[in-house]
């Protein structure tokens, strides 16, 4: 499957010859530049200016920038970040990497500043259109190996727009030899409940023909769990949950979006852990024939939830949440009652910025912690 390169020009992440003119277009942006004020305060921003006109590659940026930059907010924001699989990818090809997505920015940019500090190289990164909200945005992730989904387009444009992206994904992994992450859903997971859309994984068989599972295998589809003990912006899923159920007309704003990614790198992560599973291609070439290629993808879909629910890490926080809602003590044994009490005055103190039915969504908010519990439960008794 040979392509023109030039077929993917709208979607695809900068090449390094285009590094010099985006960072010389970063670097007079008054919000780039109040970014890096925020993030590196005590470094002179001409000194820093100067070090980014200095880059000549995709792999110099992501090296000296991008990756110093997460190690700051992880220092900052997270208080254990851990990391197991490394093993289950190595580096003789490319692999599709689909993920739980629990933050716009973090969740790839953590396991490619992972794969960095093993001299590793980095995955290329799927994200909507939704969220290249300005110019200077669109620069900045398309220097970080970042390729755009489209989204919110005409209905009459979005069977285009999809076959270009599954072209551009097996470009990438089978001739480029180069791996991707993507969410395994569009947008973030609300309530916890992680589900692969059956639509996503048909989007990645659009651009060749034949039987649904050997095509998926073809892409060494390797599923990634991410945890957070505390979701960055768990009242912000709330809040737009509650308001799509009262308001059937509500629709987020670009600010929220832009409030979103900042609010996911700057509020506290407590632990997290990633967790890369092993490629899934023999077990996907096994599962049983279904009666036609929709049922075939949602079966495939389903069988990759349960490998992203066995690389659950689990906390007292996520315990707690499913005791509380169930009104028993399932899984007392797993937190103590300083734990319990921990918890709740955490989800007293997230309540206070609810308006409305205070209850109702103080029960949202448990159950994007409770969710992970009950899937990886599940998973467990039907295995």
Known sequence: MKNNETEFDLIRPFYDSEVRDAVE???????????????????PI???????????????????????????????????????????VPEDKGYL??????????DSALLNTYFLMHGRNTSEIAIGSNLLILPW???????????????NIPV??????????SKYIRHTILEKNTSIWIAQR???????????????????????????????????????????EYDPVDIYKVKERYNKLVDKDFKKSKRDDVMGMRYGITCNK??????????????????????????????AARFIDTKIYDGY??????????????????????????????VVEYFDNQCKSFEGDVELQRKMLMEIYANPVINYSTNIATK
Do not use: W
């Not at 277009?25 to 470094?43: D, H, S």
């Not at 900045?140 to 755009?148: A, E």
């Not at 048909?202 to 073809?218: E, H, R, W």
């Not at 005791?323 to 009490?341: C, R």
């Open 25 to 43: 277009r970063l670097v007079v942006e008054p919000g780039f530049l109040k970014t890096l004020e925020y993030f590196f305060p005590t470094a």
């Open 270 to 299: 407590g632990r997290v852990n990633i967790c890369l599973g092993k490629p899934i291609n023999a077990e996907l070439l096994n599962l049983p024939k279904a009666p036609n290629k929709n049922v075939q993808y949602d079966e």
């Open 186 to 228: 569009e947008g973030r997971t609300k309530d916890g409940n992680d589900k692969t859309q059956g639509a996503l994984l048909k989007m990645f068989n659009m651009a060749v023909s034949g039987d649904v599972l050997p095509n998926l295998a073809q892409l060494n589809i390797v599923p990634m769990t991410i945890s957070y």
């Open 137 to 151: 945005i669109t620069d900045l992730v398309k220097l970080n190996r970042t390729f755009v989904v489209k989204r």
């Open 46 to 88: 001409d000194r820093t200016v100067q070090m980014l006109r200095s880059l000549r590659t995709v792999r110099e940026f992501q090296d000296k920038f991008i990756a110093v930059l997460v190690q700051a907010i992880t220092k900052k924001y997270i208080t254990e970040l851990t990391f197991t699989g490394l093993e289950n």
């Open 313 to 342: 890490v689990l906390y007292p926080i996520n315990y707690v949440s499913a005791d509380i809602l169930a009104g028993n003590n399932t899984y007392s044994a797993h937190y103590t009652e300083a734990d319990k009490k921990a």
């Open 156 to 165: 009459k444009e979005q069977y285009d727009a999809s076959l270009l992206l």
């Open 97 to 106: 990497i689909v993920s739980n997505h629990r933050d716009i920015i973090l």
